[in-house]
């Protein structure tokens, strides 16, 4: 089926020219809107992870680091026999967590 340009009349694969109004049609032609169709096809793939979303992993991932930093402080400091470094290791990441508010 093509779909006239002019008028929207749809006509026949085989016809040259649009039964309503005249115009001529091209056999050829396919709906310009094709990609824009599957563009908004995928769009909400891509929106499926909202920023909210996006900024809650983020801080998830980041309290994750402190708490891996002050596991391997604790590791550290049992082997070295002194708690300095996990005393210092904690103070690190207080002060972190209280400027990036987690
Ligand atoms: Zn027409």
Redesign the pocket.
């Known amino acids: 089926m093509i779909v ?1 340009t ?2 929207g ?1 749809p006509n026949q694969d085989k016809a040259r020219r ?1 039964e ?2 005249g ?1 001529k049609l091209q056999s050829s032609a396919r709906p310009v809107a094709e990609p824009v169709k599957v563009w908004e096809q995928l769009e909400p793939l891509r929106s499926n992870v909202t920023p909210e979303k996006r900024a809650e992993l983020l801080r998830m991932v980041e309290a994750c680091l402190y708490s891996a930093a002050l596991l391997i402080a604790a590791v550290v400091s049992a082997v070295l026999g002194t708690w300095t470094p996990l005393y210092a290791a904690i103070a690190v990441v207080a002060i972190l967590v209280l400027v990036r508010r987690l």
Do not use: L, V
């Open positions: 006239c002019r008028c009349t649009c309503r109004c115009h």
